[in-house]
């Protein structure tokens, strides 16, 4: 417990905030090929480590010969950034093998992709795309914004009557930081989803923002 609490203050400077977040985590490894799932059933994922490589000869050996197994010392630089920026904030995430194999950090060896992450007791926020509302927190509590992201990452959210045309592409990222710019520290602020606001990620495809964020006493 000592050390997920000291690896949760490294990463994350909200740690002070959610001290009495739910002090467990959830590992995930998928081999080589396979789509990486991450969910919470409550609150919203923050991304502890990720690791695409291999670090011992067992994991995802099945049925592989032996000198796909030797190198176990093996791993991506940059995928934990990537897991953290598609993931974080959000109640579910998928990352496909292809986005993280940017590059082959060694040729031959069979690879893994592992995450640990928890859930943290977030507010977590839909708003379809040209429509607003207002972030508030209790009176006295400001707003700190945990992640937010602009665009469609699924067929369902946001879909209600909207042609074929418009959810297809789910596959639309782009993170923001201007909520977080506009927000934190305030005790209400309101968000408008547009692409007047965050840009146009997709073209041609109804978005939605996508945010998570946490009401606090200021510090
Ligand atoms: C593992 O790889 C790193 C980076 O490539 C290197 O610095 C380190 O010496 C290697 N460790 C072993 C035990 O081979
Ligand atoms: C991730 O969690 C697993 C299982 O709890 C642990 O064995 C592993 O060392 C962790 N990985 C990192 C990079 O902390």
């Given amino acids: 417990m000592s050390h997920f609490r000291l690896s949760i203050a490294l990463l ?17 490894i998928t081999c080589q090929g396979q789509v990486h799932r991450l969910a919470c059933d409550s609150g919203v ?3 502890l480590t990720a690791q695409f490589g291999r670090s011992d000869p067992q994991t995802c050996s099945e049925g592989r010969p032996a000198e796909q197994l030797r190198n176990t010392n ?8 990537l897991v ?18 940017t590059s082959d950090p060694c040729v031959g060896t069979f690879k893994y992709l592992q995450t640990n992450y928890t859930c943290l007791p977030a507010i977590h926020l839909v708003l379809c795309e040209d429509s607003q509302t207002l972030l508030h927190c209790a009176e ?3 707003i700190s ?18 042609p074929d045309s418009q959810i297809q592409n789910v596959d639309c990222w782009a993170p923001t930081s201007k909520v977080a710019q506009s927000c934190n520290g305030k005790n209400s602020c309101s968000v408008r989803a ?23 006493y200021p510090v």
């Fill in 12 to 28: 994350l400077p909200l740690s002070f905030l959610l001290a009495t977040a739910d002090a467990s985590s959830d590992s995930v």
């Fill in 45 to 47: 994922i923050s991304v």
């Fill in 74 to 81: 093996c791993s991506l630089d940059g995928t934990q950034d």
């Fill in 84 to 101: 953290k920026r598609r993931c974080d904030g959000k109640k579910v995430c998928e990352v496909n093998y292809d986005d993280v194999q």
């Fill in 140 to 142: 006295g509590q400001v």
């Fill in 145 to 162: 914004v945990y992640g937010a992201d602009y665009g469609r990452r699924d067929g369902t959210t946001c879909s209600h009557k909207r």
């Fill in 194 to 216: 547009a692409n007047s606001e965050f840009g146009d990620p997709c073209y041609g495809t109804y978005k939605y923002l996508e945010a998570s964020y946490v009401c606090h």
